[in-house]
């Protein structure tokens, strides 16, 4: 079994068949798996999986299986919520005509008591500038030196406490949160209502209305760009869509790259 996040291990990833036509193929990829107690690996029924940003929501059945199915290739953003618990978001990258099997571990391991261990040893200090480049991704920082966005660290969201990630913008130079049946967006004050800055969730591209599913204590950092002319250039691919700006989003746990990748 591969890790791909703490919780969150892929079993098996099998080509589907080649015997459908080729349009049907294009889209057969399928993300399927089981929900189960890390302690017991009692199945979880009724869990909410979801692939963030894409729209789709399932619940897990009595033997905690789910299925995504008629996926077209990409990378995905999956978590899972239980009763008073719920994964980290974790890549999921799928290839065409791919079924990934996903194992996800609700809840913490039981505790496990070590011999009681006494040191003497003195706390090293470290510099605050090098304990900021170890909890931040290098591009981030690199970014953050050229002043072309406004960014938001981890210093900053534990200082203020806001109560949900739409609170963090509250205060951004340029920035406007525009609400509509309950769900806020941040926005550019200039752009129209119907415009949406692109959300960008550790490298991988998405909607604004995954940042309502946010919780300020699971993200590292956010970046925030008002225009194509400020987007920076490793996502020039997207600059064409980034007409109302784009937010960078970084969370606690770092994405990890496929085995072979």
Do not use: H
Not at 149 to 154: K, N
Not at 210 to 234: C, F, K, R
């Amino acid at each position: 079994m591969v890790r791909l996040a703490s919780g969150l291990l892929a079993v098996a990833s099998l080509a589907a068949g080649l015997g459908a036509p080729a349009g049907a193929q294009e889209r057969r990829s399928v993300i399927k798996g089981i929900v189960v107690v890390t302690s017991t690996l009692v199945p979880v029924a009724g869990a909410q999986v979801a692939l963030v940003g894409a729209g789709r929501t399932v619940r897990t059945d009595r033997f905690g299986a789910f299925e995504f199915d008629s996926l077209a290739a990409g990378t995905y953003l999956v978590q899972v919520r239980g009763v008073g618990d719920e994964t980290p978001m974790t890549q999921v990258p799928v290839g065409r005509r791919e079924v990934i099997e996903l194992e996800v571990k609700l809840g913490k391991a039981d505790a496990v008591l070590l011999p009681e261990l006494v040191t003497t040893a003195p706390e090293p200090v470290m510099p605050e500038d090098r304990i900021e480049g170890m909890r931040l991704p290098s591009e981030f920082v690199a970014r953050k030196k050229l002043g072309l966005g406004q960014y938001i660290t981890r210093e900053e969201i534990l200082e203020r406490r806001p109560p949900t990630v739409m609170d963090l913008f509250r205060g951004i130079r340029g920035v406007v949160l525009s609400c509509r049946n309950g769900i806020c967006v941040p926005r550019p004050t200039r752009a129209s209502a119907n415009c949406n800055p692109i959300v960008v969730v550790d490298r991988v591209s998405t909607d604004a209305g995954v940042l309502a599913s946010m919780v300020p204590n699971d993200l590292e950092a956010i970046e925030v760009y008002l225009g194509m002319s400020t987007v920076p250039a490793e996502y020039l691919q997207a600059a064409d869509r980034a007409q109302c700006g784009m937010i960078v989003v970084w969370t606690r746990v770092p994405p990890q790259k496929r085995p072979g990748s």
